[in-house]
């Protein structure tokens, strides 16, 4: 049985361990903390998962917790208008409904509930911070070395891709909360939604339903523009004082989400995390001082700004892919062209993820606003887009082009115009069916125009 190391212990590097697991490989893990240390320690992200990244999850049997987590069935997104004496109103608003839920797990116990179920399933943990002269040392001694721990000296190892990086510096200062208490949105209070509030030139703020540590919760994400008025979680260590300026900002930017906000408080003390870096693709094949080579994983290799809540989705993604290609692999060597086009095999959908998330970093094009707009008035709009969140490649058929994406609004709009031509000649046949069926009927001829009225 061939030999290989995962360094690395978060979404992309425990799925690929146990799916190798579960295929009668004897993979070796590296971490840096035990599940115990994890499972205490600072919450990493915020990891909405949609349909099909939980499918790869629900593929391997990992999905312990679908029942308790809540299910998010919409996403919604609100921009706020100029500023107003009551704050920002909302001059967009609307929530499309998801073909199949997601669900965002803390990653504190998804991480070390997985790591766990790896020992217990006979894997060998080995906990240590990896070094580039430890992996020099290894590398001799496996098949395959992959790199999963995003950050640190490692990463170094992955030359910056400058064609596919067109950002050199962070484009978001990011601030994240867990919180219990927040109230339900009254505009859908019985179904949980991943709310997207923009608002321009200042920021986003993402709001969405999770399971943690201690139950169900709610996170509250402030993604900053750089030197911007939301910029100012820089040099906050307690978080009390995160949770307050976290609220400070909704009340002046997004007073609908602040509104349900006010009797929040951190679900424990590690409910808060803060930084900022640049989203960088980098090239796939890392070389070793000793000449080894070894292959990134996920956000190694495809760090992207979580704008579009893609991480935890990407690395799923990532570590199906490379299932699938060592497996197809057998006994022939894992050499640097194997490694290349694994890569590749994961980038065919990496890539429509990170050309959208560069896209909504920069200020929305007058054809993105007006799509964005739509999406109030026609729900097919909402429910398109919502559901590029799940898989990101179908924004090339309408969102990236002003041709395309006019097309696609006349389209829209010829489709629901047709569809309330119908619904007027079935409520006029409705009513001529009425007046001859009985003579004692008595029909209201202005029936239709209330009809038409009220819709």
């Known amino acids: 049985m061939r030999e290989i190391l995962i360094v690395g212990a978060g979404q992309s590097g425990l799925q690929l361990a146990l799916g190798l697991q579960s295929q009668g490989y004897e993979p070796t893990l590296m971490s840096n903390r035990t599940a115990d240390e994890i499972r205490g320690g600072r919450v990493m992200s915020t990891q909405c998962m949609f349909r099909t990244a939980l499918g790869h999850e629900r593929d391997l049997g990992l999905n312990f917790w679908e029942e308790r987590a809540p299910r998010i069935e919409g996403l919604g997104v609100s921009v706020a208008g100029p500023p107003a004496p009551g704050g920002h109103p ?7 409904r998801l073909d199949g839920y997601a669900q965002s797990v803390d990653q504190r116990i998804k991480m070390a509930g997985w790591m766990e179920t790896f020992e217990q399933r006979g894997g060998q943990v080995v906990v240590h911070g990896a070094a580039v002269s430890d992996l020099d040392v290894l590398a001799r001694k496996y098949d395959l070395v992959l790199v999963a721990a995003g950050k640190g000296e490692l990463v170094s190892l992955f030359g910056r891709d400058a064609a596919r990086s067109p950002y050199d510096t962070p484009q978001r200062a990011l601030a994240v909360a867990y919180v219990h208490g927040l109230g339900p949105r009254p505009e859908h209070p019985d179904v949980d939604a991943v709310r997207c509030n923009l608002v321009p030139g200042v920021g986003e703020l993402f709001v969405m339903p999770t399971l943690t540590t201690s139950g169900r919760a709610d996170i ?3 993604e900053a523009v750089p030197g911007g008025p939301a910029d100012a979680f820089q040099g906050i260590t307690d978080p009390s004082e995160h949770l307050e300026r976290a609220l400070e900002l909704m009340e002046h930017f997004t007073p609908w989400e602040y509104a349900r906000a006010t009797k929040v408080e951190l679900t424990d003390a590690g409910g808060t995390l803060s930084g900022r870096y640049a989203p960088t693709v980098r090239h796939p094949v890392g070389r070793l001082p000793g000449g080894g080579l070894v292959l990134g994983v996920a956000d190694v290799v495809v760090a992207n700004d979580p704008i579009t809540g893609q991480g935890s989705n990407s690395a799923a993604k990532c570590a199906a892919a490379y299932l699938e290609s060592i497996l197809e692999r057998g006994d022939r060597p894992f050499d640097e062209e194997w490694m290349r086009t694994t890569f590749d095999r994961y980038w065919e959908s990496a890539r429509h993820v990170t050309k959208w998330t560069n896209a909504m970093l920069a200020p929305p094009p007058e054809h993105i606003v007006n799509l ?3 999406g109030s008035a026609f729900p097919a709009v909402a429910h398109r887009i919502a559901n590029g969140f799940d898989d990101p490649s179908d924004f090339e058929n309408f969102f990236y082009e002003p041709e395309k994406a006019a097309a696609y609004l006349d389209e829209v709009r010829e489709e629901a115009e047709a569809a ?8 006029d046949d409705e009513a001529d069916d009425l007046a001859g069926a ?11 125009e209330a009809v038409r009225s009220f819709r």
């Open 438 to 448: 009985d003579d004692e009927v008595e029909v209201d001829d202005h029936a239709p």
């Open 220 to 222: 509250l994400f402030w």
């Open 372 to 374: 964005l707009g739509a």
């Open 420 to 427: 309330e031509a119908e619904a007027e000649v079935e409520v």
């Open 90 to 96: 909302r001059a967009i608003d609307w929530v499309g």
